[in-house]
Nanobody, 125 residues
Framework: QVQLVESGGGLVQAGGSLRLSCAASGRTFSIYAMGWFRQAPGKEREFVAAISRSGGNTYYGDSVKGRFTISGDNAKNMVYLQMNSLKPEETAVYYC??????????????????WGQGTQVTVSS
């Protein structure tokens, strides 16, 4: 089992920044990659970013490229999402997720095995 706890959400003005954190515990040695997803009310869950266990590979959704940065600290079992130039339409619950296997793309939520409870990000206009 892997437990994930997100933090760092909150209210920010458009154009502002936030840094989300995800703390992993349990069988963290079994994690293949970590990802961030978001879900706004009435919308499907959307891929935001992912990072391989080694940190050597990162992936971003098209809408966040150049503004968001995913990073990890294996020693602390932490994953971060630095979000800059935030837009009101990015208001959503942001979820951290962990996948144990490398089959399939890290961009699909179907390939993730564990999820955090989510943290609310609200971007005001």
């Amino acid at each position: 089992q892997v437990q994930l706890v997100e933090s760092g959400g909150g209210l920010v003005q458009a154009g502002g920044s936030l840094r989300l954190s995800c703390a992993a515990s349990g069988r963290t040695f079994s994690i293949y990659a970590m990802g961030w997803f978001r879900q706004a009310p009435g919308k499907e869950r959307e891929f935001v970013a992912a990072i391989s266990r080694s940190g050597g590979n990162t992936y971003y959704g098209d809408s966040v490229k150049g503004r968001f940065t995913i990073s990890g600290d294996n020693a602390k079992n932490m994953v971060y999402l630095q979000m800059n130039s935030l837009k009101p339409e990015e208001t959503a619950v942001y979820y951290c997720a962990a996948r144990l296997y490398g089959t399939g793309t890290s961009r699909s939520d179907k390939n993730y095995d564990y999820w955090g409870q989510g943290t609310q990000v609200t971007v005001s206009s």
